[in-house]
Every structure is written in C-alpha cells, then in structure tokens.
C-alpha cells in the first residue's frame, strides 16, 4: 500500500513536472498559461456534466486534458515557425515547451524558493523533504516522527501554502 | 494586483493536494474534490500552481545539503498555529500560579474566562463561514440567509455561501439559483463559472447551461465580469434584461425579458424564450422522474414556450408540436430526436 502510494507519486511527478512547469514559469507564457487553464476547466467542466459515471480520478483527468492541450498548443506554436520535418513526436512538442531562455528564470526561482524554505520550521521542512525528495509515505513519515500521519499531512498543507503564498507575491519572478 | 483570497484559496489547493498524495480517495472524496476544482477556473489553476510547486521543491531539496535527522532533532512547534511563522517561544504562565493566594487565583480564571469567552464572540462574529447548500432531484428549496438574503434554489443545484465581515460571497457550483437580495453595507457577489455577477440592490437568477451561464435580472441592476471578477466588465444588465455568457470564448447575449417570467420556475413552471432543447430538458430532469433523453443533433434546436414544471405529459405533447421532432416512449423516459429527413439545424 504505501509502496503503491509511493509509485503513484513518483509517477505523478515525473509524468507531470514538465508539463506544470511549461504552464506557469515560462517568461512571456502568462496568456498561454491563462489560455490553457480556462481552456482545460471547460473540458473538465464538460466531461464532468457528460459523463453518467462520475469521474473516479479526477486529478489524473485534470493532467491528461492539460497535457493534451499544452502539446495542442505547442503543435499549433510549432506549426507557425517550422517546417513539417521539425515536428516530431508529441513527447519532442512538449518538451520543446521548456527552452533555453528559462533556464536562468528557474536557477532564480529555486534559490528563492531555497532561501523561503530555509525560513520554515524544522519540522515542516523535514516533513518536505522526506514527501518531496525522498519520496516517503505520510504513515513512513509518521513513523518516523513519532506523530500521526494527520500531522504529517498538516505540515505539508502548511509548507505548501506557505511557499505558494511567497511565491505568488507578483513581487517575485513568479 | 489584487487577488481576493490568496491564502485562503491556496490552503485549499493544497490540501486537496495533500490529500490526493496520502492514497486511495473514497469515491465521495474524489467527488467532492471535483466539485471543488470545477467552482471556477481560480481553483483549477490554483491546484496545478500548487502541483508545480510541490514539483519544485523536490528539485530544489535535491540542491540543498539537508539532514532530516537534525531537523527533527529541533523542538516540535506548537500545535495549534495555522501559520508557519516561527515565534519566540514565551514561557508559559499558567503552571506558575500555584503558590499565589486562593483570591487571585480565582480573580485570574475569571479574568481568563471573560477573556476567552470575548475572543470566542469576536471569532465567531468575525469568522469567516462558509455554507454549503444542496437541492436534491425533484426537491427545489428556499434558503433564508443570515443576511436577509433569499435564495431560490433549484432541484439538482448546490451553492457555496462565505459571508464575511467585508462581503457576501455565493458560488453557484451547479445548476440554477435566484437571489433576493437582503439589504447589507456588505457587497454581495454570486461566482458562476469563473464570472462575478455583483448586486446593486437586486432581484437576479444565475443559471449554469450546456454552453453558457445565464443572467438575469427582475429588479435593480447588476454588473457581470469574466476572470472571477478580475477580468473585464462583461454586462450591465438592469431590471428585465438577461444575459447569456459563452463559456469558450465569453461571447455575451443581451436580451429583453419580463420579470414575471424569470420568476415563474419558483412557482413551477417552466418559461423558455429561445432556448435550446437541450437545456429546457435539463430543466425538466431536475424535477421530474421521467427523464427526457434528446439526441445531440435535436439538442440544438431553439424553443419557446410556457409549460408547468412537473407536467411531462404536457411536454410531450408540446414537443410532438414541433414539425421537426419526434417523441417516443420508453420505460427510462421519453427519447426526443429530429424526425428523419428534416433539416439538421434550424
């Protein structure tokens, strides 16, 4: 169980990193994103009213529609630039969605992001960095701790909001 | 840039994102959360921020020397912040009153007791509530709410209400509502699909169709925006005036309407000016057992008419009216499609 819970996470990420990072922290890509994220919640909000059997994994739904529409959309951007022959696979499409430009944004925004973790309580960041580097289960985390996997889940709603909180601040390069 | 609830929006966001990682979600769960997620295009984009940002840190950890094993070695913070703003730990003051005499011991709890019981009257007043209210299938109800406000809704339809000291805010998550709205400093607001409709001293319905959200205003005057209230000012409608807002692209549909017919589906009966079949049939599912099924290409077709809301059989024969429809009984309902031969849209 905690296993499967683990391979389901890594799996999340790794499906859906790139993708999440192509929609939000590409410089001059805010409308796209804007775009994108309407876009999305009308199919989701179509499929959702469609469909007699309600959803049964709503979140992987929600990436797949997104995923879908971002290598739309890559495709399209594609298409206006380059020659047939430089359009590859759909994987090439989305990956191109992440150039060169924005590898200096994303060394940024990681030391930010580094500096606003540094400032958070032990613990929550423990409880980070066991979920989010070391892929750990909350009862794994628990255990560890010597709390219930409630208060594991606690810190990580509280790291998280907390960094979005700072991230979002339109003082940043966010 | 203003954003309304920043923090409060992204607390949700990651709880729900917190919750989807610590494993299997009942199918209740997984429903709510669509719920949650489907309230406005804020939320979707809020949670995939949230995804992101869970994304990031792992790669982020992975630059940074860390050794979990000192981390938990600090102290365990209080547990009842909600914040993760580290405090000066103060000591505590309670434990250190036992050598005082009995008076002062008494005159203290008395003290704490008046000031505990004050905190809790300004909390409750001050707190933010949030309200969920459901009509079930067939049952459309009235809410009263604490501001004078008097909700209309209809079956098979959920809002959300959250009054605050500085605002009335009501999503209309599902299907349709109306809103007589009671006297209060505080703006009142209804989100619909990502749009704001604010109230300047209105009677108004809030309707969510297959392709558009509708609006519709029988008294006073109401502004209608995109973007959750962020984006642009889509309408303006005043009393007898209804507008209908395209999902995609936000394309806006001004009509004229008379204000009984806005309020007729409060007393039963259903009142359609130009509207398609598809949505006059979801009407009538709401409330009736006998569910009509329209095909997709019929489902286009426009209709006038004025019909009692639980009267099937009437709409049956309305429908058999039509030149370009035909109607045929089966256990599950009645199925409506074009007749054959007839032109495929009108």
């Not at chain 1, 090439?92 to 430009?101: D, F, K, P, R, Y």
């Not at chain 2, 394309?251 to 017919?261: M, Y």
């Not at chain 2, 008419?305 to 024969?317: I, K």
């Not at chain 2, 499609?337 to 007839?342: E, P, Q």
Request: include cysteine; charged fraction near 25%; aromatic fraction near 6%.
């Amino acid at each position: 169980m905690a296993e499967q819970a683990r391979r389901r996470l890594a799996r999340m990420f790794e499906d859906h990193a790139p993708l999440l990072r192509g929609f939000f922290v590409r410089r001059g890509a805010r409308q796209d994103a804007e775009d994108l994220v309407q876009e999305t919640y009308l199919r989701l909000l179509h499929a959702h009213e469609r469909k007699v059997e309600p959803i049964s994994n709503p979140e992987a739904y929600l990436f797949t529609v997104a995923q879908n529409l971002a290598r739309e959309q890559a495709a399209r951007r594609r298409w206006s630039t380059l020659s047939i022959e430089e359009i590859t696979g759909p994987a090439q499409n989305l990956a191109s969605g992440e150039c060169v430009e924005d590898t200096a944004e994303r060394e940024q925004r990681s030391q930010r992001l580094q500096t606003l973790l540094a400032t958070l309580p032990e613990h929550t960041r423990a409880v980070l960095v066991m979920q989010y580097r070391d892929g750990l289960s909350y009862k794994q985390i628990a255990e560890r701790m010597g709390v219930s996997p409630h208060m594991v889940k606690k810190h990580v709603v509280r790291g998280l909001s907390a960094c979005r909180r700072v991230m979002a601040d339109p003082a940043g390069s966010y | 840039m203003t954003v309304e609830h920043p923090s409060a929006l992204a607390y949700a966001a990651a709880h729900w994102h917190a919750l989807q990682r610590e494993g299997e979600l009942s199918p209740s769960q997984q429903r709510d959360f669509m719920q949650w997620l489907l309230v406005s295009p804020e939320h979707l984009r809020e949670y995939m921020a949230i995804s992101e940002l869970a994304g990031a840190l792992g790669e982020a950890f992975r630059a940074m020397p860390i050794d979990v094993e000192s981390l938990l070695q600090a102290p365990a913070p209080a547990a009842n912040e909600h914040n993760v703003v580290r405090f000066r730990p103060r000591p505590r003051a309670a434990p250190t009153v036992a050598k005082l005499s009995p008076a002062p011991i008494r005159l203290r709890i008395a003290v704490a007791a008046v000031l505990i019981l004050g905190l809790g009257m300004v909390t409750t007043m001050a707190w933010p509530r949030t309200t969920h209210y459901a009509a079930a299938h067939g049952a459309p109800r009235q809410i009263n709410l604490a501001d004078g406000t008097l909700v209309h809704l209809d079956a098979e339809s959920e809002i959300s209400v959250r009054m605050t000291l500085l605002g009335r805010r009501v999503e209309l998550e599902r299907g349709q509502a109306s809103f007589v709205v009671g006297s209060d400093r505080r703006p009142f607001a209804v989100y619909a699909a990502g749009l704001q409709v604010t109230d300047i001293g209105t009677t108004f319905d809030v309707s969510l169709l297959r392709e558009q959200a509708r609006i519709a205003v029988s008294e006073g005057r109401v502004h209608v925006r995109g973007d959750g209230g962020r984006g642009r000012m889509l309408a303006d409608l005043g009393a007898g005036q209804a507008a209908q807002v395209d999902y995609r692209d936000q394309r806006v549909r001004v009509s004229e309407e008379d204000a009984d017919s806005m309020a007729a589906w409060w007393k039963g009966r259903a009142v359609f000016r130009n509207e398609s079949l598809r949505d006059v049939a979801d009407r009538f599912n709401r409330r009736n057992t006998t569910r009509l099924h329209v095909s997709d290409d019929a489902g286009a077709l426009r209709l006038t008419g004025n019909l009692r809301m639980d009267d099937v059989a009437s709409l049956r024969v309305f429908l058999d009216q039509q030149p370009t429809l035909v109607t045929q009984l089966a256990a599950d309902g009645i199925y409506v499609r074009l007749r054959s031969g007839a032109p495929q849209s009108l």
